[in-house]
């Protein structure tokens, strides 16, 4: 497995054993939710409380997301829409009349806080 983990909840608690160990860590953004899944377990088990003493957040906000313990906070993206605006660019250079996307234009996002501490 890579040090970057290959995006399953498997690698996510093995690669978030690592910071569950350091008290010096007080958040962890995760790549996916899936892996999110996972450094939440490997943090139970060392004893380490999210939200309380470290902050996790994923990324996909998938549905399940809202039902863990503690629900995890994430970063919600409209994957439909960035794969729309990925095809813009390839049609525009076959059909001239297509409009090609802004360069400068981003996909927006949205952090979706569940549990923070002191909430």
Do not use: C
Request: charged share 25%; hydrophobic share 40%; net charge negative.
């Amino acid at each position: 497995m890579s040090s970057f983990g290959d995006w399953s909840a498997d690698s996510g608690y093995h690669l978030g054993r690592r910071p569950a160990r350091r008290a010096d860590v007080i958040a962890v953004f995760v790549s996916n939710d899936q892996m999110a899944l996972g450094v939440l377990h490997a943090l139970h088990e060392a004893g380490r409380p999210v939200p309380g003493e470290i902050s996790v957040v994923g990324y996909d906000d998938i549905p399940e997301a809202a039902h863990l313990l503690p629900p995890l906070t994430t970063v919600r993206t409209d994957f439909a829409e960035i794969g729309t605006r990925s095809l813009q660019l390839p049609l525009s250079r076959i059909d001239d009349s297509a409009k090609p996307p802004r360069p400068e234009s981003l996909v927006p996002v949205d952090l979706v806080i569940r549990a923070a501490p002191g909430r």
